[in-house]
Nanobody
């Protein structure tokens, strides 16, 4: 079955950096668009960034220039490099992909930006 396992979250001060990773299995990773979403407390889950199989990237305006999505198809892993973090980036970050089996989510990783 499809599995997505996020890692790399934590507590960081404003202006700091974190790198999230999502290890994927159960589908042909290199063929799939991979997405990152975030969900702040009490808010809906929102899209952050996407990367196509051949490396094309897209970002929500609020993170463009600060976050970078990338992938390693040999390791079946997608990354989210987050720089210049702000308190409003605090959220649970989820990895996502759509396959023939449906819309698939990881368990999420908590990112807290606070001094």
């Amino acid at each position: 079955q499809v599995q997505l396992v996020e890692s790399g979250g934590g507590l960081v001060q404003p202006g700091g950096s974190l790198r999230l990773a999502c290890a994927a299995s159960g589908f042909i990773f290199s063929n799939n668009v991979m997405n990152w979403y975030y969900q702040a407390p009490g808010k809906q889950r929102d899209w952050v960034a996407s990367i196509t199989g051949d490396g094309g990237t897209h970002y929500v305006d609020s993170v463009r220039g600060r976050f970078t999505i990338s992938r390693d198809n040999a390791k079946n892993t997608v990354y989210l490099q987050m720089n210049a973090l702000k308190p409003e980036d605090t959220a649970v970050y989820y990895c996502n992909t759509r396959t023939s089996k449906g819309n698939n989510w990881g368990q999420g990783t908590q990112v807290t930006v606070s001094s």
